[in-house]
């Protein structure tokens, strides 16, 4: 689970390439959610770096509350 303020409600959808690295913003703070834009500096939160290994559309976790980061576990439904 993160720590971070909830982004939004729901996942976002990221269209992702195999072996690219990217940042998933874990503090909720930054404008190009669902991906860091450095706005966590002071937080005392990090982004979590992930690749994936094939091409495609992954669903990032927006509520910042997902056990799986950076993807969508579904706890969204609990809060």
């Given amino acids: 689970?993160?720590?971070g303020r909830a982004a939004r409600?729901?996942?976002y959808i990221l269209a992702a390439e195999a072996g690219r690295q990217y940042w998933w913003c874990a503090c909720g703070r930054s404008r190009t959610q669902p991906l860091c834009d450095g706005?966590?500096?002071g937080s005392g939160t990090t982004p979590k770096p992930f690749s994936v290994a094939e091409d495609g559309d992954f669903w990032l976790c927006g509520c910042k509350r997902t056990g799986a980061a950076p993807f969508c576990d579904?706890?969204?439904?609990?809060a």
């Fill in 9 to 11: 409600g729901s996942p």
């Fill in 74 to 78: 579904g706890s969204h439904d609990l």
């Fill in 1 to 3: 689970m993160s720590g």
């Fill in 39 to 41: 706005s966590h500096r």
